[in-house]
């Protein structure tokens, strides 16, 4: 059974960088079957996409967050992190690594439990 | 940008009735890259529907989604309890994901 696991600091200082890191057991993240990628939701708000990644190394980016964000794919860890810089107050969020399935129409079959990092000083 | 605008934002029903979602969107979405999640307090969303019609492994067949261009619905033939929750729906073109605010179905 694939498994997802987010890691990394619940609080982070206001213009620092939040890193996380996605750590995928139970499969491969090298197979050209599926993208791997990060959503983030604030508390009590919607869904919103952050940024894809291919096992090849290719990224994609959200055009409104694209100036702040790294995504990156380190294939002999099974892993893949994201980095977010000068956060704000608005970043804070619970922040999901997902699965995105090429068959599924990039739909996302499976997520991380959710990280929550809350950007405060 | 494509835009995902759900209606209603809140959808009141009792057990046993039917729901209908809709999700429209602010230009032509390729059928095959729309998606629906269920998400409940405190969890990570479940995938419903990919390919605006299709269902994901596991997925009762009381949901079932349909539409094409910019407009597409949600439908749950039957509420069960457990399927009181918020529902997203999401899509994926040129190069970028977005999702639509969620409609929240809660009992009656």
């Known amino acids: 059974q694939l498994q997802l696991q987010e890691s990394g600091p619940g609080l982070v200082k206001p213009s620092e960088t939040l890193s996380l890191t996605c750590t995928v057991s139970?499969?491969?993240?090298?197979?050209?079957?599926?993208?791997w990628g990060w959503i983030r939701q604030p508390p009590g708000k919607g869904l919103e996409w952050i940024a894809t990644?291919?096992?090849?190394?290719?990224?994609y980016y959200n055009p409104s967050l694209k100036s702040r964000v790294t995504i990156s794919i380190d294939t002999s860890k099974n892993q893949f992190s994201l980095k977010l810089s000068s956060v704000t107050a608005a970043d804070s969020a619970v922040y999901y690594c997902?699965?995105?399935?090429?068959?599924?129409?990039?739909?996302?079959?499976?997520w991380g439990q959710g990280t929550l990092v809350t950007v405060s000083s | 940008e494509i835009v995902l605008t759900q209606s209603p934002g809140t959808l009141s029903l009792s057990p046993g009735e039917r729901a209908t979602l809709s999700c429209r969107a602010s230009?032509?979405?390729?059928?095959?890259?729309l998606a629906w999640y269920q998400q409940k307090p405190g969890q990570a969303p479940r995938l419903l529907i990919f390919?605006?019609?299709s269902r994901a492994a596991g997925i009762p067949d009381r949901f079932s989604g349909s539409g094409s261009g910019t407009d597409f619905t949600l439908t749950i033939s039957r509420l069960e309890p457990e399927d009181f929750a918020v529902y997203y729906c999401?899509?994926?073109?040129?190069?970028?994901?977005?999702f639509g605010q969620g409609t929240k179905v809660e009992i009656k």
């Open positions: 999401q899509q994926y073109g040129s190069s970028s994901w977005t």
């Open positions: 390919g605006a019609s």
């Open positions: 990644v291919y096992y090849s190394g290719t990224t």
């Open positions: 997902a699965r995105i399935g090429v068959s599924l129409g990039r739909g996302i079959d499976y």
């Open positions: 139970g499969g491969s993240i090298s197979r050209s079957s599926y993208y």
């Open positions: 230009q032509s979405v390729t059928s095959s890259y």
